[in-house]
């Protein structure tokens, strides 16, 4: 088969070096990081060669195939290199879907993926075999060298979605876009909105498309820029022929002139945001044959995803709730949209490029106190200063939670829903919410 190189000793690389070995490839594993020791047990169980701590050019310049991990940007110079000499570069979803014959669900978006792709694996699950992959659980290369689900849902990145070629979801979800990861696009947007439109590029008109036909950059897009599926729009706000749409508190959903209705009081999850994020699930479960019946009785039950909108405690009546997931300016729109009393809000991290404008209404209505967690809390105190009457910084999350705790009253809800990155104080999103939810509990 040839040498496959992979860059990155992550879960994707490792479980792409797994499959690519059992392909039959020669492979390689290099990243410039420290590899972590669990997954070098398993690369050295499996007699595979890596490297960590550098890149060793000459040997990576061998390579037939190279996958890269979605966290390295093009603009590397050895991703450079590696183009210059015309060496094909794939992400893992692209290489791993060659040795499947699955029935794909793709989900992308700027915001709700992770939750969309949770509650349609949840939905799916009670009647099919599927696998839950992406960006999200264990690696789709190693669910398909294990034991090949006959279905998958997967959440992807835009940044898995650069480097495919002839990836194809027969449904695929795109929740919404808003501006987010400008730093790696050039800081164009129209860039950003190609990369998470490429998960139709390759779809026929017997594949499905299922969008936000509120949002107006995916319909814009769509007008200028056809796609070949069959489009199922969904909308809060306008009557669908052919899609999902909220009529009287119910979800109505049209497929082939099939139709289901399903009440929106009964959801497990709140806010308007998941009633789209409800919509695209059935619509999914709906094209795959699902019974009406165990679609509600799924929306009914989810239990939600950890670090999204997640109810921590209630102490001394004050509600706290762990959005760290929110990593963009949008998600925290929808988090401060969602809260229903006057709210101490935690926020801040690496600013991506944030215009913090759209949430001045929500600040102004609903925010009585700003906590600021992060090394550079400039552009936060420059833009919400005069909004709130207590604004403080901190670089540390116990501290935040105990400040959080002075200000709070009875009825009123603490909210870390950071609109940024974490690598300033924390190792990722996960250990940024596991800390809030440590400092909650010590209280």
Not at 206 to 213: E, H, N, Q
Request: hydrophobic share 40%; net charge negative; with cysteine.
């Amino acid at each position: 088969m040839g040498n496959l190189v992979i860059l990155g000793g992550g879960e994707s690389g490792v479980g792409t070096a797994l499959l690519g070995k059992k392909k039959g490839y020669d492979v390689f594993v290099s990243d410039k990081g420290i590899i972590k020791d669990p997954y070098k047990q398993v690369l050295t169980h499996n007699e595979i060669e890596f490297e960590d701590g550098k890149h060793s050019e000459e040997k990576i310049l061998e390579a037939d195939l190279v996958m890269k991990s979605p966290g390295i940007p093009d603009k590397v110079p050895l991703i450079q290199t590696i183009k210059a000499k015309r060496i094909a570069i794939v992400s893992e979803i692209e290489f791993a879907s060659k040795f499947t014959a699955a029935t794909i669900v793709g989900i992308t978006g700027s915001n709700g993926k992770t939750t969309t792709a949770s509650l349609t694996h949840h939905v799916l699950r009670q009647e099919l075999s599927v696998g839950l992959a992406g960006n999200i659980g264990d690696s789709f290369a190693k669910q398909i060298l294990e034991h090949d689900y006959p279905n998958y849902v997967l959440e992807i990145s835009s940044f898995q979605l650069d480097d495919i070629a002839n990836f194809k979801p027969h449904i695929a979800v795109l929740t919404n876009i808003s501006p987010d990861h400008l730093d790696r696009y050039d800081y164009n947007f129209e860039k950003y909105i190609a990369a998470k439109f490429r998960i139709a590029e390759n779809q026929t008109k017997d594949d499905y498309f299922i969008y936000d036909g509120d949002d107006e950059v995916i319909v814009n897009w769509l007008e200028n820029h056809p796609v070949q599926s069959t489009l199922l729009p969904f909308s809060l706000t306008r009557v669908v022929e052919n899609g999902a749409y909220l009529d009287n508190d119910n979800i109505k959903i049209t497929i082939d002139n099939k139709h289901i209705i399903m009440p929106t009081a009964n959801l497990a999850l709140e806010g308007k945001h998941n009633i789209k994020n409800a919509m695209a699930a059935s619509t999914v479960a709906h094209l795959l044959k699902i019974r009406k019946q165990t679609i509600r009785e799924s929306l009914e039950n989810f239990q939600g995803v950890e670090h999204r909108l997640e109810h921590v405690l209630k102490i001394n009546k004050v509600q706290y709730i762990n959005d760290s997931k929110a990593t963009n300016v949008n998600a925290t729109y929808y988090a401060l949209e969602s809260m229903d009393a006057a709210t101490v809000w935690i926020v801040g991290g690496v600013d991506k490029g944030n215009n913090y404008q759209e949430l001045f209404q929500f600040v102004n209505e609903k925010v009585k106190a700003i906590i600021c967690l992060g090394v550079d809390n400039g552009k936060l105190m420059k833009n919400f200063g005069g909004m709130v009457d207590i604004i403080v910084e901190t670089q540390f999350m116990s501290e935040a939670v105990k400040i959080a705790y002075k200000i709070a009253e009875a009825g009123e809800n603490v909210l870390l829903s950071p609109a940024c990155a974490s690598f300033d104080l924390f190792e990722n999103y996960e250990d940024r919410g596991r800390q809030f939810k440590d400092a909650v509990r010590n209280l």
